[in-house]
């Protein structure tokens, strides 16, 4: 089971910008295809964001594109989503998640089977 830890959450104006990071343990990152969500107070997870294993598909749900970006260093064993023109609405936990199944099955039904803890993101107006 691979270890994920988040950082680079905190506050920030609306209009700003975060990077979240997610560091994986082990030496098998290459193998996970990985994503992020979100979610916020009182409302259930939403999917934000997923990358295949090499890093060569990304998707996105579509009220995001063109203001986050998920990308990956395999040899840094770690994830990020960058996030542009923060609104406060994008106030939320984010959680970075993998699979090892099947990159393109988890790109396509969002089911990640590893959690991290979250890292809170919240945007000032």
């Known amino acids: 089971q691979v270890q994920l830890v988040e950082s680079g959450g905190g506050l920030v104006q609306a209009g700003g910008s975060l990077r979240l990071s997610c560091a994986a343990s082990?030496?098998?990152?290459?193998?996970?295809?990985m994503g992020w969500f979100r979610q916020a107070p009182g409302k259930e997870r939403e999917f934000v964001a997923a990358?295949?294993?090499?890093?060569?598909?990304?998707v996105y749900v579509d009220s995001l594109k063109g203001r986050f970006t998920i990308s990956r260093d395999n040899a840094k064993n770690t994830v990020y989503l960058q996030m542009n023109s923060l609104k406060p609405e994008d106030t939320a936990v984010y959680y970075c998640?993998?699979?090892?199944?099947?990159?393109?099955?988890?790109?396509?039904?969002?089911?990640?089977?590893?959690w991290g803890q979250g890292t809170q993101v919240t945007v000032s107006s």
């Open positions: 998640a993998a699979d090892d199944l099947n990159s393109d099955y988890a790109l396509r039904t969002k089911i990640f089977s590893s």
């Open positions: 990358i295949s294993r090499s890093g060569g598909s990304t």
């Open positions: 082990g030496r098998t990152f290459r193998k996970y295809a």
